[in-house]
């Protein structure tokens, strides 16, 4: 009779290796990714997560007081290779990047998956540069995962962004994508960081008490960054002349990618015992003849519509802020535009999942189309292009908005994609204020 043997093998999977295709991390001794300089201040554990095109992969490192790899899943970027540059060449950027918001599933077409964050490509120094584009997103997806498979999106399976989404903190996390992770030992940049450090304790004097000139030196000289809240400043700081006040930096994050320092921290405005944020603030510096100089910058959560001269400056916000006194009317106009910005994302958003409803709801109801249809005309022509379409996309860039008494006009430039169509144009709503909430009262494109 034949003997049979049998083997038996034991395999130890981490928790979650199978469900969510989590790779366990290398042990990397005191090497992290060249990228990460400083944390801010840490409450609890820190999260940074990075995409390596080359490899196709997404790790997610932890900080707390350390940098630790825990763990790397695959991941799928823009077709093209190459770090993007215009709008559909169907390429991934690469820098370091911030999430600016979350879409879940029911407000996704199934092509995003279970979850989506857009982040704030093409940022101020992408812009500077002249880079164009827009709706770069990590999300999910319901299809098979297939490398270099993306418009310029990053991909992951629905379980693994799923999983992702606890570490996500918006306009706080690091998101850095590069062609090929490099790895320093711990502390590389102490000299940097204290470079950075002091630069920005200076630039925040000449915020406090500098002129004009002090201000500028901190800047690269063919980068000119917005001066017209100056005048206004100068003439606030005066009435406060001899008393207590101050603009200082807080928590404080440095991240570099080939050579530059993106430096993210909370900027805050203190007189007379009291203290206010004045926003979320972010440097780019490079450095000039072995002198940092900021070559871009910009406050988190501002489009560009919101950095025309007439819109109140953030420090000046926070001046009125603390002072407690009514909010003159350019304030009042800039809260206005901020209700509408915050309009049409979730019209755009409900427009891009196909919720129907939700969309009806951002209009009047005496609403006329640029061809005349009523409301309820332009609701069924909208539905039924939703049930022709598997996926719809609608993004914007250059939004432009002016409030006037009950009625606002947003302008832009708007992308629709689908399945099987794709536009641009340039477009203009026209918004009526009704019952004290602002709808669309006018549309019109060209």
Not at 208 to 231: A, E, K, N, Q, V
Request: proline content about 4%.
């Amino acid at each position: 009779m034949n003997r049979v043997k049998v083997v038996i093998i034991l395999i130890m999977l981490l928790p979650g290796s199978i469900s969510l295709g989590v790779e366990s991390p290398l042990v990397r001794s005191d090497k992290i990714p060249d990228a990460f300089v400083s944390f801010g201040r840490v409450k609890g554990t820190e999260y940074a997560i990075v995409v390596e095109t080359e490899t196709q992969r997404l790790f997610l490192f932890a900080y707390n007081g350390t940098f630790r790899e825990v763990s790397r899943m695959n991941c799928s970027t823009g077709e093209m290779p190459g770090s993007k540059s215009r709008s559909g060449d169907e390429k991934t950027p690469e820098g370091v990047y911030f999430f600016t918001r979350e879409y879940t599933d029911k407000e996704l077409s199934p092509i995003y998956g279970t979850r989506a964050f857009p982040i704030d490509y093409p940022n101020a120094l992408d812009r500077h540069l002249g880079l164009d584009g827009n709706s770069i997103w990590l999300h999910g997806t319901n299809k098979v995962l297939k490398p270099r498979d993306t418009n310029g999106c990053i991909a992951l399976g629905n379980q693994n962004i799923d999983y992702l989404k606890k570490f996500i903190r918006l306009n706080k996390t690091p998101f850095i994508i590069t062609e090929k992770i490099s790895y320093v030992p711990a502390g590389t940049w102490n000299k940097e960081k204290k470079s950075i450090l002091e630069l920005l304790s200076q630039w925040s004097e000449a915020v406090d008490r500098g002129t004009y000139h002090d201000y500028l030196r901190f800047y690269d000289p063919g980068y000119l960054p917005d001066i017209s809240w100056w005048m206004q400043w100068n003439k606030l700081r005066k009435t406060h002349k001899g008393q207590p006040f101050s603009v200082k930096p807080n928590d404080v994050s440095i991240f570099q990618h080939k050579g530059v320092y993106v430096t993210l921290f909370d900027l805050s405005l203190s007189f007379s015992g009291k203290s206010v944020s004045a926003g979320t603030k972010k440097f780019f510096l490079s450095a000039d003849r072995g002198q940092l100089r900021i070559i871009a910058e910009e406050y988190l959560g501002m489009t560009e519509n919101k950095k025309v001269k007439e819109k109140p400056h953030p420090l000046i916000l926070a001046y009125n802020s603390l002072r407690s006194s009514p909010v003159d009317a350019s304030a009042s106009a800039a809260a206005e535009d901020r209700k509408i910005a915050a309009l049409i994302d979730g019209w755009l958003s409900a427009w891009s999942s196909k919720d129907i409803k939700r969309y009806a709801s951002y209009y009047a109801e005496d609403f006329r189309s640029q061809k005349g249809m009523n409301l309820k005309r332009w609701i069924e022509y909208k539905d039924r292009l939703n049930r022709k379409y598997d996926y719809i996309q609608v993004s914007i860039n250059k939004l432009k908005i002016k409030t006037d008494g009950n009625k606002s006009t947003a302008s832009f430039r708007q992308t629709y994609k689908t399945n099987s169509f794709r536009s641009t144009c340039y477009k203009r709503l026209i918004f009526k204020s009704v019952n004290g909430s602002w709808k669309i009262f006018r549309e019109f494109a060209r």
